[in-house]
Structure formats: structure tokens, C-alpha cells
């Protein structure tokens, strides 16, 4: 059973949202490879969960940020989407809305928060300064583009970018979200590849404390 | 236009105005309230520094007479700066808080590029150790005597100092993934008898002791602020702040850019204080230039720069109260500050970054709605301020977290340098617009809200009074715009004369001063700000010992600190 | 009045009678039955909970809360729930994984057992024992055990101090919420959840019974029992602001959802332990001399009270959440010890004087 090309977003009609072409290069690629059709419904009802139920991690670095507040404040109002459970723990978030400059200094930091993060997981760059550098690609401390570190799903361009557009980025994102596979995809239960090493370095601590 | 009262300026000084609080305080100093003349172009310029040069032996016995002698308790700013061949050099501001008129600027430098030392002035004015720290960290001088000599805003692991004008940065210093090394240690350089220096090593937590790292992502340092805080139970012992997680290296681009395109950077600092930063920067390079800016202009800036500060203090008590975990008062606070967007987004087009000023004006004229709008705007403000008070200061579990937290004395906040409210809360009179006014701040009466308790409490009133003030401010003007150009004619490229000029503006959270030299090209040679959040930041050890984990956010939220702004 | 006895004993009969099974085996296969409704009656409440909070709050904030899934939002909590049955559960390096993965199964199970206490209607009570006021109490608080193995097996310094905060904060309540209950026990004269329903029904609501110390009593207990369910303004365990997500920071996936379902799950029980000692449980409003009041009120089924008053104190709980700053760590230690443990100390006294002189009504 084929993907269903144009996901419904409450709303807005498939024609109305930009850049339809990436999206349809998106889903004849995992149409590509066929689904059985009981896999597809059962997969049909998890992504209609997924898409509908983006927690945001609250990770704010600077102006986007203040827009992010007032998006989930009370004239635009995210929870009506039901993503105002912003989590502190990047462990039950599910989306990462990077709104802010990364700074050189704080790359590896956005990048152990990703990891952190449980399957699946989503990453939304916001704002001019997470999309490209915005006006501070010539400086020394700054990563033009967050996609440098980890990989984007959405990027909402805007310096800030207005709530509106942060609400049809998150959109965005859900229509992504709804044509995921699940079974045999994400989730997962891979072998930890440190654990061997882990567990010998932990030993060496051990007897070196006894020493002492 | 139709509906503007066409008084003329004179007539808008008239005292026709609504008295609602009187100021209690005598009017500002007096030399600061004449009229400003317009600068013809041979006279020094207004804002021009000519800082006296003391050598590198001379200074510990100069600044210990200023500071203990003469009164200077106020170290305004400390500055580095790289004047190529000339040397690596500091620049320092100072100022009495007794008699705000008296300031002195010094200025010492040393030519050894190698290995530049300079004596430390940390131990006679608190800031000056966060100061010093930002100066090696971007220039790599060291301060002879400084007990804590380390990198403040760029990795450990940092090749070179990017500030210097030779530093071949982005060659050095690749993106690197690994985790920030954070040492344990810290050191000190100390001046021998014989001229050499030596170096010590200090550890700065105890191998036993227990430190949480509260940031760089946590919900309530407003930002990414990383403190490094070692517990005692609940108790906190001690809170060593890293920064520089959005530092964007602002004061370095600027050198590269032209003066137009240095604006644009500014609102991006502080962008709770968007308005005040640019407009900070647009009169320092105005005043250098010799630029008079129309009535109209002065006025519109002045509504522009109250009605930003109402929104950042709306915005402090939302996050405030978001803190403290009354969400419900952070949705009412920002349910009113939509009302301000939406002002600023009719005349700006921007709610956040708004790119309002300009050199010699300001972008458009304003909206026709504007007048209307704001007029609004006031009455409304003033009864959502009752609410305020109903739902959140009243509230009994508030008023036992903020009474006597975080307590600062007068003397710790001049010693820290912390303006803006924080210093009014502990009855430091540091208002800029009091002490040297600019715009039109002149022309209107206003208090300056200040109390004596210092705690988290008396931070938290001075803010909503203050709005209430500044709700004063704009109805004083807001019917007596007067005609007059809204932009200057400027030439396409504009030079600023060589020198160094000061600017500064009361930003929402304290002052904010422009550095500014110029060797009479396009593009500055070097621009610094004094960042209203880093002597907030830095007195946070003071102000959080031996309080709880809990209290380092209402003293955290209390003193409202903007990220952005203290990393540049 | 309706009661559920009707239900159980056909039931029975069925099992027995019809079926021929031997009486071990009926009661094998209605202990089953009864658990898998527990189970299902409990996740229905959790995502009506849910649902209701966030509207609530959604409503004291002038916003909307969940609209676009389903009508009203309605189905939000569902697409919640998907989501949360299909995320990674991650499992931490160098953790006692063990303990790490049992601490959430703890939390669910007391609140489950303590949710079985509840009498829902006259005749429908799971667990009921003579001494179910002490069963309870002791259920209730191997909770706080799975809140401290989560702090202290997660190998996280913020989940280690939410778990101490909340191992004291819990323990402390805990004093409040025995004491009140043993102040209404002195008035019902029994510890038998279904009797002391049971007596509701006939004398009135205990909370008119007892006048002013069932009142101190009953606000103490909403103020003890909020702070046993670790909510605001007592949420600091998990305070979001200072702890990130307090014991839970190292949860993901579905152990994260298991302390989410019990959060909401004490807030329910929390509020119904509250309608039974305090509001009559099942029993319906009566006031003397109204026959044909009391006879319309009679005619409401016995669950429908219950709930409703349930949820009446439920809401009660969320006001108060939504609207208060949070406390203090020394504050909730010093307002249980200085202030509410004497408190209700004296009142038990004062009940006690009440009961032997007999001035109740």
C-alpha cells in the first residue's frame, strides 16, 4: 500500500504550503520501496499520534526564543496544536526547535542534546542565525547553519521569524511526520558500542580509587 | 499627520501635562538640562574622551587615589583595545557616584605583543575581575595580581585572541565537537620586586565538593548561562559563571562593516532593548559627527525607547513569575506586551528586531495610527498593572521567596557596577536619563524609582514602578510630537572624525554605553559595548551564597539578565 | 438508591450457577475480570485527566488549550499516547539498570492499588477491609520508594536532589494526611471505606457532621494531599525551573509516561480519598425535612456522585496550581512541621472533645 502523497493538515489545503516538490521527492522515495498494508494502517495511526504530539524541548540561545515564548503564549496559542508540553529533559522531548545563533561554543553542547534525545526524534532550525549564520556568518565564533552539526527536518527562515511561521514550520514538520514508516525504521534496539570499552574504563577507575 | 498638535517645541516644555507623580527626587543635575547646541564640526565633539595615559607602574598607586582618595567608586567601563604598533592597551571609565559630573578616563598600555602584562585593578572594584578576564580572553593581556586569570567567553582550548587585530582566528580554531574542557584550576600571575612575573595555580573546587552545572540549556538561566554551582545540601557555596555560549563575536564584525551596517548587530544584543541599544549607538556616532538629529526625531526615539523599556519589563515579570512556577501570570504578562508588538510592528514592521534608528534619524515616519494607539495603550497598561499586583506581588508564597533573597548592598552594587534597576533597588540614583539626559528626556518630568532593601523584592517593584513611569513618560509626549524632518540628510558614506567617543543610554536593565574609536575611516576601528548583563551576571556569586538552589532563580530572574547581550 | 451488589451477585450466580464452575474458579476469573476493568477504568482516567487539565489551565489562561485533534481536541491525549508507546526508552550506561527500570513499575503500582481503594459507588468496592484507612495510607507510600530509586539510580545530580526533595516532602505530608484521616475516623467510628460511605449516607456528609474541625480537617488535607501528589505550588521534586524534570530528567519513552499516568492518577485519588471521608462518597446530598429533595437526589445512581464530587475537588486542586508561585524547599518543610502537623494535632483533639460530648449532629 502506497504512502498517502498529501498528508491532511487541518486547514490548509495541500496546495497552499511552499516547496511541495521536496516533499513529493520525499515520499515517492519511501514509496519506492513498498508497504504491506496492515504495516501501513498500524503505521498510519502511529504517525497520526506522532505528528500530533511534538513536544518541544524548551532550548531557546537568544531572540528566536522570545518569539517562541510568545508563540506559546496566549494570542497564537501552540497548545492548540497540542505542543505546549514543553520538556526540560531532551530525554522525553521529541522536537528541537533550534531558535538562535550556535555559537562555536555551544555546538558540541546542541549536539550531546540530540543525542540525548530518545527515537524519534525531530529537528526544526529557527530563525536566520540556525538556518544559515544569519548576520553573523562572518564571524569567528559562529556555525553558519545548524545542519553543520546535526541534521534539519524544517528550516523556518525570519530574523525572528513572526509566530505564524513558526506554526506552519511545526506543520511542516507534521507533514513530514505523517508519512514516516515506523516498523523496521526507527526504534530500533541497537547494540550499545561502547559497552565492552565502558565497562573496562570503569574497572580502571575502580581500582585506581581502591589504590588510592 | 492631521490629527498632530502642532505645538511648537517650546511650547511642549509647557507644564500642561498631567502631574500624576511628583517627582520626589530634586531635578537631575544642572548642567545636563540645558538644551544641547548644535556641534560645529571644529569643536570637540560632545561625546569625545581623551583619556589620560598613565604607564603600566604607574597605575595601581594612580587608581588606588582615585578610587580611595578622590572618590571614584564607579568603574563605569574597562576596555581593551589593540592599537597595532602602539601596543596592547586598556582603557578605563570612571566615575563618582557621589557627584555624577566627575569622571575620569585613563588609559594605559604596554608594546610587548608576546607576552603583555598589565597590573590588575580586581581588588579595587569588584567588576573590574570579570572585566580584566573578557580583556585577556580577547586581547591576551594578563593582569599582574588577578586571583582568577582564565578564558571567560571562549573555549579553553581557544588558539590566539580574536579581538587582536593580527589573529589569524578562523585558522586556528576549527569547529570543534569534543566537550569544552572546563579545568578545576585557575591562575594567577604575580609581579615579583625584580620585574619578572610568576604564576600560580589555585584550584577553585574542592575534589569533594558537589557541583551541579546549572546550564548552558536549563530552563531558567534566560538563555545559555552556564553556572558552575557547588551545593551544600540545597545551600549554595559558591557559583563560578561560564560564558560566552552566544558570544558572537558583535564588538569584532563591527570593525569590518561600515557605520550603517553596525546598526544592524545592535539589535540583536540586547533584543529586549532593541530600541535603546540602536538608538545608543546612532547618537555616539551622531554626536561624533557633529550631528544634530531633528526635535521630532528626539521625541519619537524617547516614546520609542519607554515603550520598549515597558516591554522588557513586562517580559522580566513573565519570566519572572514563570520561574517561580505561577505560568498563568506569565500568559497574562504577555498577553499586554502583544499590545506593544503590535505598535511597534505598525511604525517598525518588526516585533522583536524592529531596525528602527538610523544615523541622523530614524527609519520611517510613524504610523498614522501611532498616537492613537499608544493613547490606548497607557490607560490600559495602568489597569493590567493592578492585576499584576492582585495576582502575583500580593501573593503570600511570592513575597516569602522574594523578601530579603539575594540581598545587595549600595556599596556592592556600585562596586559591581550594576545599573539599572538592580542598583535602584538598593538606592544607587544611576538613571542616565536623570544623570545626563539625551533625547528628550529634558524636556519631561519623571522619577526615578529607587527603594533602599537591595533584595529580590525591591527588584521586582522597581520594575513594574518603573513601567508606570515610563507609561508618564509617553503621555507627557505622546501629544507633542513636533513637526520636523524624521531623517537627516546624511552623505552616502559616512566617516566618523578620528577619536574615541562615549555614548550611553538607560537600556531596559542598565546602562548602556557605546565605545566608540574611530580613525576617520567607513568602519570603525574599534566598538565596544558596556553590557548592561555582565555586571549583573557577575554579582551573582555575591548575591546567591549561601541562599538555595531555588533562590538563585528568583535572584537570577530579579536581576534580569539578557544572554545575548552580556556575550555580545 | 443503586447498588452494584446487583451486578456482582448475578455475576457470581452466572459463574457458579450457569457456568458450573467450582467457587475457586469463579473467583479466579472475577478477580481477573475486576483487574482488567481497574486497569482500563484507570487509563480512561488518567487521559480524561490529562485532557481536563490541559483545558483547565488552557481556560484560566485565556487560551483555547487542544483544539485541532479531533473535535475540541478531544483525541489529544490519545495521539499523546501513540507517541508515547512507540519513543526509544533509553537505557543509561553506568545505572543500576535494574533498579533504573523498576522505580516507574513502583509509582504505577501503588497508585493502581491505592486506586482500587476507592468506593465507587455502594456495593462497588474492590479492596475494602476493615482496616482500609491503614491499608491505604501504607499502599500510598511505596510511591514515594520508586521516586527515590528513580533519583538515585538515574546517576544524575538533578534527579538525585528532586528525589530528595520529594522523599521529604512526601514523608512529612504524610504525617497531615494520617492525622485528618484518624480526625474523621474519630467522628465515622470506623475504618471500613465502604461503612464509612456507608454512614455518610444515613448521618450526612461528614464534612457537615463535624463542622468546624471536619473543616480544618478537610482543608488541611487538600493542602497535604496536593503535596503528596508532588503539584504545584508544591511541585519542586520535579520543579521545571531549577531541576530541568526533577527525578524523571533521565526517563524517556513509556517509564517517562508511567510517572506522567501516576501523576495525574494521585491528583484523582488524592480527590476522591477526599470526597469519601470528607464529601459522603457515593452518598447523595441530603438535607432533613426536603423529602422530595432527598428523593430526586436518591434517584441519581451513586457513581455519578462520587465522580462529581471528585472531580469538583479535582478542579479545586488545578485552580490552585494554576494559580500559585511555587514554594520553597525550607518553606514546604517548615509549613508541614510548624504549622500543619499542630494544627491538625489539636484537631484531632478537638474532635475527639466533639464526639465524646456528642455536638456533632
Same mark, same amino acid.
Given at each position: 500500500m502506497a504512502i498517502n502523497k498529501r498528508p491532511k493538515i487541518k486547514s490548509i489545503p495541500y496546495e497552499e504550503f511552499k516547496d511541495n516538490e521536496t516533499f513529493e521527492r520525499l515520499v515517492a522515495e519511501l514509496n519506492a520501496k513498498g508497504t504491506n498494508v496492515i504495516v501501513?494502517?498500524?503505521?498510519?495511526?502511529?504517525?497520526?499520534?506522532?505528528?500530533?504530539?511534538?513536544?518541544?524541548?524548551?532550548?531557546?540561545?537568544?531572540?528566536?526564543?522570545?518569539?517562541?515564548?510568545?508563540?506559546?503564549?496566549?494570542?497564537?496559542? $501552540?497548545?492548540? =496544536?497540542?505542543?505546549? /508540553?514543553?520538556?526540560?529533559?531532551?530525554?522525553?522531548?521529541?522536537?528541537?526547535?533550534?531558535?538562535?545563533?550556535?555559537?562555536?561554543?555551544?555546538?558540541? !553542547?546542541?549536539?550531546?542534546? #540530540?543525542?540525548?534525545?530518545?527515537?524519534?526524534?525531530?529537528?526544526?532550525?529557527?530563525? +536566520?542565525?540556525?538556518?544559515?549564520? +544569519?548576520?553573523?556568518?562572518?564571524?569567528?565564533?559562529?556555525?553558519?547553519?545548524?545542519?553543520?552539526?546535526?541534521?534539519?527536518?524544517?528550516?523556518?527562515?525570519?530574523?525572528?521569524?513572526?509566530?505564524?511561521?513558526?506554526?506552519?514550520?511545526? @506543520?511542516?514538520?507534521?507533514?513530514?511526520?505523517?508519512?514516516?514508516?515506523?516498523?523496521?525504521?526507527?526504534?530500533?534496539?541497537?547494540?550499545?558500542?561502547?559497552?565492552?570499552?565502558?565497562?573496562?574504563?570503569?574497572?580502571?577507575?575502580?581500582?585506581?580509587?581502591?589504590?588510592? | 499627520m492631521n490629527d498632530m498638535n502642532m505645538e511648537k517645541k517650546g511650547e511642549a516644555q509647557a507644564a500642561a501635562q498631567p502631574q500624576a507623580a511628583q517627582p520626589k527626587a530634586a531635578p537631575a543635575a544642572a548642567p545636563a538640562a540645558a538644551r544641547p547646541a548644535a556641534a560645529a564640526p571644529a569643536q570637540p565633539a560632545k561625546n569625545q574622551i581623551e583619556p589620560e595615559c598613565v604607564a603600566p607602574e604607574a597605575l595601581r598607586e594612580r587608581m588606588e587615589t582615585l578610587k580611595n582618595k578622590e572618590g571614584y567608586d564607579f568603574l563605569e567601563n574597562l576596555t581593551g583595545f589593540d592599537w597595532e604598533a602602539d601596543g596592547l592597551g586598556v582603557v578605563y571609565q570612571l566615575a563618582s557616584t557621589a557627584d555624577p559630573s566627575r569622571r575620569v578616563n585613563l588609559k594605559t598600555l604596554t608594546t610587548d605583543r608576546e607576552n603583555p602584562y598589565l597590573p590588575s585593578v580586581a581588588d579595587l572594584w569588584d567588576i573590574a575581575n570579570i572585566y580584566e578576564r573578557e580583556v585577556y580572553d580577547f586581547f591576551g593581556i594578563r593582569f599582574t595580581g588577578h586571583p582568577d586569570m582564565r578564558r571567560i567567553f571562549m573555549r579553553e582550548d581557544w588558539v590566539g585572541y580574536p579581538m587582536r587585530k593580527d589573529d589569524e582566528t578562523e585558522k586556528n580554531n576549527p569547529l570543534r565537537m569534543t566537550p569544552e574542557p572546563l579545568s578545576d584550576f585557575t591562575e594567577t600571575y604575580t609581579l615579583q620586586s625584580d620585574g619578572t612575573v610568576t604564576k600560580s595555580q589555585r584550584r577553585l573546587f574542592e575534589e569533594d565538593e558537589y557541583v551541579v552545572n546549572i546550564g548552558p540549556q536549563h530552563p531558567s538561566?534566560?538563555?545559555?548561562?552556564?553556572?558552575?554551582?557547588?551545593?551544600?545540601?540545597?545551600?549554595?557555596?559558591?557559583?563560578?559563571?561560564?560564558?560566552?555560549?552566544?558570544?558572537?563575536?558583535?564588538?569584532?564584525?563591527?570593525?569590518?562593516?561600515?557605520?550603517?551596517?553596525?546598526?544592524?548587530?545592535?539589535?540583536?544584543?540586547?533584543?529586549?532593548?532593541?530600541?535603546?541599544?540602536? %538608538?545608543?549607538?546612532?547618537?555616539?556616532?551622531?554626536?561624533?559627527?557633529? /550631528?544634530?538629529?531633528?526635535?521630532?526625531?528626539?521625541?519619537?526615539?524617547?516614546?520609542?525607547?519607554?515603550?520598549?523599556?515597558?516591554?522588557?519589563?513586562?517580559?522580566?515579570?513573565?519570566?519572572?513569575?514563570?520561574?517561580?512556577?505561577?505560568?498563568?501570570?506569565?500568559?497574562?504578562?504577555?498577553?499586554?506586551?502583544?499590545?506593544?508588538?503590535?505598535?511597534?510592528?505598525?511604525?517598525?514592521?518588526?516585533?522583536?528586531?524592529?531596525?528602527?534608528?538610523?544615523?541622523?534619524?530614524?527609519?520611517?515616519?510613524? %504610523?498614522?495610527?501611532?498616537?492613537?494607539?499608544?493613547?490606548? *495603550?497607557?490607560?490600559? @497598561?495602568?489597569?493590567? $498593572?493592578?492585576?499584576?499586583?492582585?495576582?502575583?506581588?500580593?501573593n503570600v508564597i511570592f513575597q516569602n521567596r522574594a523578601k530579603g533573597v539575594g540581598v545587595l548592598t549600595k556599596e556592592q552594587c556600585i562596586s559591581f557596577g550594576c545599573t539599572g534597576g538592580t542598583? &535602584?533597588?538598593?538606592?544607587?540614583?544611576?538613571?542616565?536619563?536623570?544623570?545626563?539626559?539625551?533625547?528628550? #528626556?529634558?524636556?519631561?518630568?519623571?522619577?526615578?524609582?529607587? &527603594?533602599?532593601?537591595?533584595?529580590?523584592?525591591?527588584?521586582?517593584?522597581?520594575?513594574?514602578?518603573?513601567?508606570?513611569?515610563?507609561?508618564?513618560?509617553?503621555?507627557?509626549?505622546?501629544?507633542?510630537?513636533?513637526?520636523?524632518? *524624521?531623517?537627516?540628510? @546624511?552623505?552616502?558614506?559616512?566617516?566618523?572624525?578620528?577619536?574615541?567617543?562615549?555614548?550611553? !543610554?538607560?537600556?531596559?536593565?542598565?546602562?548602556?554605553?557605546?565605545?566608540?574609536?574611530?580613525?576617520?575611516?567607513?568602519?570603525?576601528?574599534?566598538?565596544?559595548?558596556?553590557?548592561?548583563g555582565l555586571p549583573l551576571v557577575a554579582v551573582m556569586d555575591t548575591a546567591c551564597r549561601d541562599n538555595m538552589i531555588a533562590d538563585l532563580i528568583t535572584i537570577g530572574g530579579t536581576v534580569d539578565y539578557v544572554v545575548p547581550d552580556i556575550d555580545r | 438508591m443503586f447498588n452494584f451488589d446487583i451486578v456482582t451477585t448475578w455475576l457470581h450466580n452466572l459463574l457458579t450457577g450457569t457456568l458450573g464452575l467450582p467457587e475457586w474458579g469463579a473467583i479466579l476469573t472475577e478477580s481477573i475480570l475486576v483487574a482488567l476493568a481497574i486497569i482500563t477504568i484507570y487509563a480512561v482516567f488518567a487521559i480524561v485527566l490529562i485532557y481536563m487539565e490541559r483545558k483547565v489551565c488552557a481556560a484560566f489562561q485565556c487560551r483555547l488549550g487542544p483544539m485541532r485533534v479531533g473535535p475540541w481536541g478531544t483525541l489529544q491525549v490519545f495521539s499523546d499516547v501513540f507517541k508515547m508507546l512507540t519513543k526509544e526508552i533509553i537505557n543509561l550506561r553506568q545505572t543500576d539498570l535494574f533498579l533504573h527500570n523498576l522505580a516507574p513499575f513502583l509509582v504505577v503500582t501503588a497508585s493502581m492499588?491505592? *486506586?482500587?481503594?476507592?468506593?465507587?459507588?455502594?456495593?462497588? %468496592?474492590?479492596?475494602?477491609?476493615?482496616?482500609? !484507612?491503614? =491499608?491505604?495510607?501504607?499502599?500510598?507510600?511505596?510511591?514515594?520508594?520508586? $521516586?527515590?530509586?528513580?533519583?538515585w539510580s538515574s546517576n544524575n545530580k538533578y534527579s538525585l536532589i528532586g528525589a530528595m526533595r520529594s522523599g521529604a516532602q512526601i514523608i512529612s505530608y504524610e504525617l497531615s494526611i494520617g492525622m485528618t484521616m484518624l480526625t474523621m475516623i474519630c467522628l465515622t467510628g470506623t475504618m471500613q471505606f465502604s461503612e464509612i460511605c456507608a454512614d455518610q449516607a444515613v448521618n450526612g456528609w461528614n464534612i457537615f457532621r463535624g463542622h468546624l474541625p471536619a473543616v480544618l480537617a478537610f482543608i488541611i488535607y487538600l493542602v497535604a494531599g496536593n503535596a503528596e501528589c508532588n503539584r504545584g505550588p508544591f511541585d519542586l521534586p520535579e520543579s521545571e525551573s531549577e531541576l530541568t524534570a526533577g527525578y524523571h530528567t533521565e526517563y524517556s519513552g513509556m517509564h517517562f509516561g508511567y510517572y506522567y499516568l501516576a501523576e495525574y492518577l494521585n491528583l484523582f485519588i488524592c480527590a476522591g480519598m477526599a470526597s469519601t471521608i470528607f464529601l459522603g462518597g457515593w452518598a447523595p446530598l441530603h438535607i432533613a425535612g426536603l423529602e422530595g429533595f432527598n428523593g430526586v437526589m436518591d434517584a441519581v445512581p451513586g457513581f455519578v456522585w462520587f465522580l462529581g464530587k471528585t472531580f469538583f475537588v479535582v478542579f479545586l486542586l488545578m485552580w490552585l496550581r494554576w494559580t500559585f508561585p511555587r514554594l520553597r524547599i525550607d518553606q514546604i518543610l517548615s509549613l508541614e512541621w510548624k504549622y500543619l502537623v499542630p494544627i491538625s494535632m489539636v484537631n484531632l483533639v478537638l474532635m475527639a472533645l466533639v464526639v465524646s460530648m456528642g455536638w456533632h449532629f
Open positions: 501501513r494502517k498500524l503505521d498510519e495511526l502511529i504517525d497520526w499520534g506522532r505528528s500530533n504530539s511534538l513536544w518541544p524541548l524548551t532550548f531557546a540561545t537568544s531572540c528566536c526564543g522570545i518569539e517562541f515564548m510568545a508563540v506559546c503564549a496566549a494570542r497564537y496559542d $501552540i497548545a492548540r =496544536f497540542g505542543f505546549e /508540553v514543553t520538556r526540560n529533559s531532551p530525554r522525553q522531548a521529541d522536537v528541537i526547535l533550534v531558535s538562535g545563533t550556535i555559537t562555536t561554543k555551544m555546538a558540541p !553542547v546542541l549536539r550531546r542534546l #540530540y543525542d540525548q534525545m530518545a527515537d524519534p526524534k525531530y529537528v526544526v532550525a529557527v530563525g +536566520g542565525c540556525a538556518v544559515s549564520g +544569519g548576520p553573523f556568518t562572518k564571524s569567528y565564533h559562529v556555525v553558519n547553519g545548524v545542519d553543520n552539526i546535526i541534521p534539519v527536518d524544517v528550516y523556518v527562515p525570519g530574523c525572528p521569524p513572526r509566530p505564524e511561521s513558526f506554526l506552519y514550520g511545526m @506543520m511542516q514538520l507534521q507533514r513530514k511526520v505523517k508519512v514516516e514508516n515506523f516498523f523496521g525504521t526507527t526504534n530500533r534496539k541497537e547494540k550499545d558500542p561502547y559497552r565492552d570499552t565502558m565497562a573496562e574504563k570503569a574497572e580502571e577507575i575502580y581500582n585506581e580509587e581502591e589504590q588510592a | 538561566t534566560h538563555g545559555v548561562l552556564h553556572f558552575r554551582v557547588s551545593l551544600e545540601g540545597e545551600k549554595i557555596k559558591k557559583i563560578d559563571p561560564v560564558l560566552g555560549y552566544i558570544h558572537r563575536g558583535v564588538e569584532k564584525i563591527s570593525e569590518k562593516m561600515t557605520y550603517p551596517q553596525t546598526l544592524a548587530l545592535t539589535d540583536r544584543l540586547d533584543y529586549l532593548g532593541a530600541m535603546q541599544n540602536r %538608538h545608543a549607538l546612532c547618537m555616539c556616532i551622531e554626536q561624533a559627527m557633529g /550631528v544634530e538629529v531633528s526635535d521630532r526625531v528626539k521625541v519619537i526615539r524617547t516614546i520609542m525607547d519607554e515603550l520598549q523599556r515597558i516591554d522588557s519589563h513586562i517580559l522580566f515579570f513573565s519570566c519572572l513569575c514563570q520561574d517561580l512556577g505561577a505560568t498563568t501570570a506569565f500568559l497574562y504578562g504577555f498577553r499586554d506586551r502583544e499590545q506593544i508588538l503590535d505598535i511597534f510592528e505598525e511604525t517598525c514592521g518588526g516585533r522583536l528586531i524592529l531596525n528602527y534608528n538610523t544615523i541622523g534619524g530614524v527609519m520611517a515616519d510613524i %504610523h498614522p495610527n501611532f498616537q492613537k494607539r499608544v493613547k490606548a *495603550f497607557i490607560p490600559y @497598561m495602568r489597569k493590567n $498593572i493592578k492585576e499584576y499586583h492582585d495576582i502575583f506581588t500580593g542598583g &535602584r533597588a538598593a538606592g544607587w540614583h544611576n538613571d542616565v536619563r536623570k544623570l545626563r539626559p539625551y533625547a528628550a #528626556y529634558d524636556r519631561v518630568q519623571f522619577n526615578e524609582v529607587v &527603594r533602599s532593601e537591595g533584595d529580590s523584592f525591591a527588584r521586582y517593584m522597581i520594575r513594574l514602578d518603573e513601567i508606570l513611569e515610563s507609561l508618564n513618560i509617553i503621555e507627557q509626549l505622546i501629544d507633542n510630537i513636533p513637526e520636523g524632518n *524624521f531623517q537627516e540628510k @546624511m552623505k552616502p558614506i559616512i566617516k566618523v572624525p578620528e577619536g574615541l567617543y562615549y555614548s550611553a !543610554v538607560e537600556g531596559s536593565r542598565g546602562e548602556f554605553g557605546v565605545l566608540l574609536e574611530s580613525k576617520g575611516d567607513k568602519s570603525p576601528y574599534r566598538l565596544h559595548y558596556r553590557s548592561t | 492499588v491505592t *486506586f482500587a481503594c476507592l468506593p465507587w459507588n455502594a456495593g462497588a %468496592h474492590i479492596l475494602d477491609f476493615n482496616v482500609g !484507612v491503614f =491499608f491505604f495510607l501504607a499502599i500510598s507510600s511505596i510511591g514515594v520508594v520508586g $521516586i527515590l530509586l528513580a533519583g
